[in-house]
């Protein structure tokens, strides 16, 4: 396997290891220092932060079949718990610079899809019941056989398309790129800023951030991503305070009233394991068990794989180490995020704004999962940091995955046209899942019409026919009288 773009400055020799934490991590011998692993966690955590806010938007403003609300309150408390809890359960028993969360999308489909059909504790019990059964798959080897049977063209596109996806999701959260709101009547989808032009003190601060942040790592000043997040707040924190800024988004940069909340964990445990199949027919319980499995299966699949190379942590074979240890425990973070109503929690493609601030081992998750500990109690200081502050490290880190494009041999079109597709699809579709899918679809499709199906792993038929279903589960549904 070609040589991995190297984001950091590493030394050739690693120095040997000064402590006993220092051994178990393996943080000289991966290159690494504690302080580059501590300014990765606190990366990680400020370009992840949001989740502490947006998930309680996203489930507290949904209602299930008997008209009820779950508490905003109480959502955040769980949304911290569950990402602390996880993050430090990843960094020490998985070793990689990780951390984890509700999953986005994931919730949304709680929310809208799962929980008009039956009760809040219905809906969670079926994420539970999925991350039991990612355990089990895990557990099996089955997950892992998967992951080692992709080719590497594809996993190099895999990382590629995590980039393009996450410097896209920081342009959205910024505002910088936005939605034209009649899109339905014009043949361009998206606009620069709000109205086709750049304007408003937010987007002054994210480009401000965006320069800074280019600037300092072309400079390869250490810590330049972090120092980036913590000055553009400053600055945010400034314009806010002397300017009239209609609307930061999520969450606007203003010094709280108090800096101490008592947590309240009156959602934790509040889950039925198997009352959804009282609620809705056994085929749309089994239809959304396998949604939910398909989606957190290959988006944990994306991001493993991704963080793994960007961090020059596969080895020859461009396999991920402590694999098996880290698939079981992402989907042991599912269970958690269902126990706690929280939704599904899953491994974070933000991680890698860590990654890019020189962290490479479990010890940053350690940073991060503390930080998410104390939003327990410190959420109001914890969350200024608004999104125009904390995206400029999304695109950065983009930039960053993709290097990894040059790796891939661009004139053999059996590999490189799937990973052209799976690098297309993830931004264009807003989704991990989808480009994995269509890279994997063609991928197949394309060694059966050059008549080299031998050289198709059994798992890569296997999967292809399931994301073929993916694909196609609405019509599939129609055609089984579930809509």
């Known amino acids: 396997m070609p040589e991995l773009q190297k984001t950091v400055d590493r030394p050739e020799d690693a120095p040997p290891a000064v402590s006993s934490v220092d051994r178990f991590f393996k943080i000289s011998e991966r290159g690494s220092t504690f302080g580059r692993e501590i300014r990765g966690g606190f990366a990680t955590f400020f370009t992840m932060a949001y989740i502490l806010v947006l998930n309680p938007i996203i489930l507290g403003s949904a209602t299930d079949k008997f008209g009820h609300q779950l508490n905003p309150v109480q959502l955040a408390t769980a949304t911290a718990l569950v990402a602390a809890v996880m993050t ?39 994420i539970v019941l999925e991350g039991l059964l990612i355990c089990v798959l895990s557990a099996t080897g089955l997950r892992e056989a998967v992951m080692h049977a992709i080719p590497q063209a594809l996993k190099q596109a895999i990382s590629v398309g995590i980039g393009l996806f996450i410097a896209f999701i920081g342009f959205v959260d910024a505002g910088f790129v936005t939605r034209i709101p009649d899109a339905a009547n014009t043949t361009v989808p998206v606009q620069l800023g709000g109205t086709g032009t750049l304007s408003g003190w937010p987007m002054f601060v994210f480009c401000l951030g965006l320069l800074l942040t280019v600037g300092l790592l072309a400079r390869k000043v250490k810590g330049a991503i972090l120092i980036s997040i913590v000055a553009t707040t400053a600055v945010a924190l400034v314009v806010n305070a002397i300017a009239d800024v209609e609307t930061w988004g999520l969450t606007t940069p203003t010094w709280p009233n108090q800096l101490v909340d ?39 699949m994306g991001t493993v794989v991704g963080i793994s190379a960007e961090a020059n942590l596969l080895d020859e074979q461009g396999k991920v180490g402590n694999l098996g240890r880290v698939l079981f425990i992402d989907g042991a973070a599912a269970v958690a995020g ?7 929690a899953t491994s974070y493609i933000e991680s890698a704004a860590g990654v890019g601030e020189g962290a490479r081992t479990g010890f940053a998750n350690l940073v991060t999962g503390g930080l998410f500990a104390l939003a ?17 490290a999304l695109v950065a880190v983009g930039f960053l995955m993709m290097t990894q494009v040059k790796y891939i041999d661009w004139d053999k079109y059996e590999t490189a046209v799937p990973a052209f597709l799976t690098m297309a699809v993830m931004p264009f579709t807003y989704s991990i899942t989808n480009g994995i899918g269509a890279g994997f679809v063609s991928y197949v499709l394309i060694k059966a019409v050059l008549g080299k199906t031998k050289e198709v792993h059994w798992l890569m038929w296997i999967t292809s026919t399931l994301f073929l279903v993916y694909f196609a589960i609405d019509p599939i549904e129609q055609m089984l009288g579930v809509k």
Request: charged letters at 5%.
């Open 262 to 300: 008592t947590p309240d964990f009156g959602l934790l445990g509040d889950f039925s394991l198997f009352g959804a199949f009282g609620e809705a027919t056994v085929i749309t319980v089994v239809l959304l068990v396998f949604t939910l499995i398909l989606s957190d299966f290959f988006d944990t």
């Open 338 to 344: 269902g126990a706690a109503s929280a939704s599904s």
């Open 376 to 392: 327990l109690f410190l959420t109001p200081v914890l969350t200024i940091v608004p999104l125009q502050a904390a995206a400029p």
């Open 88 to 126: 430090i359960v990843m960094g020490v028993g998985g070793n990689l610079p990780l951390a984890l969360a509700a999953g986005l999308g994931l919730n949304a489909v709680v929310a809208y899809q799962i929980a008009p059909l039956m009760s809040w504790d219905d809906a969670m019990g079926l």
